[in-house]
């Protein structure tokens, strides 16, 4: 799978990445009610422009992608100066207040995430096949504080294609209500392309939470 989302870079095979911010985002988000200046942990980001948009609401923004490429696209894309060092294995990109960990998100552990707060998934889950979605999910709740937040887009789909994968919503609750508190806001739309987009609130259970 690594090796098949690189080549997709590389070949400039990136149908999945919008040009615009994302609807669902921008829609729900607020309704969490995170508070500014947490800090957003976005898994498998691409190059998404979502993240500027969390910056421009005033949220740190730490974002984990494999392929290189992507994120020395995103800061060219930007504006600012760009530090680069590493850390933990990662080479790490920052730019004003969103920074860019190059690496493999199950690499990522608890020690590094200590300021996240909230985490926004667009693209994570979906492009993980159904055998490696539930250690991602299980990943994430090691790596979000009790009564973190955050908002999850699942994609449902006519064909057996992927990536995107198509995830049910039972597939949605079966994975992370062990350890979050799962709420549906939206179904939308079947598109032309057969896909159809829902939009999650999940919040990470503490110690005693039912």
């Known amino acids: 799978m690594q090796e098949d989302w690189l080549k997709r870079w590389q070949e400039g095979r990136i149908g999945f990445h919008r040009d615009t911010v994302h609807p ?7 309704e969490l009610q995170v508070a500014q200046g947490t800090k957003v942990l976005v898994p498998l980001c691409g190059k998404t422009l979502d993240m500027r948009w969390l910056k421009e609401h005033q ?4 974002g984990i992608e494999m392929s290189e490429q992507a994120i020395e696209q995103f800061v060219a894309e930007g504006n600012g100066d760009v530090a680069r060092y590493r850390q933990a294995g990662f080479g790490v990109l920052r730019q004003g207040s969103i920074e860019l ?12 995430a200590a300021e996240i707060g909230a985490f926004y998934d667009r693209a994570a889950l979906i492009a993980l096949p159904e055998a490696t979605r539930q250690r991602y999910a299980f990943h994430l709740a090691q790596l979000i504080p009790p009564g973190g937040k955050g908002l999850l887009i ?12 198509h995830v049910e919503a039972d597939e949605v609750q079966r994975l992370f209500s062990p350890n979050f508190t799962v709420a549906h806001f939206q179904d939308g739309e079947r598109g032309p392309d057969g896909f159809r987009e829902s939009c999650w609130a999940l919040q990470r259970r503490g110690p005693g939470d039912s």
Do not use: A, I, K, N
Request: charged residues 20%.
């Open 101 to 112: 960990w190059c690496g493999d998100f199950f690499h990522f552990h608890v020690e590094q």
């Open 24 to 30: 669902l985002l921008e829609r729900y988000w607020p």
């Open 59 to 62: 949220h740190p923004v730490l």
């Open 154 to 165: 699942s994609l449902t789909r006519q064909d057996e294609g992927g990536p995107p994968f």
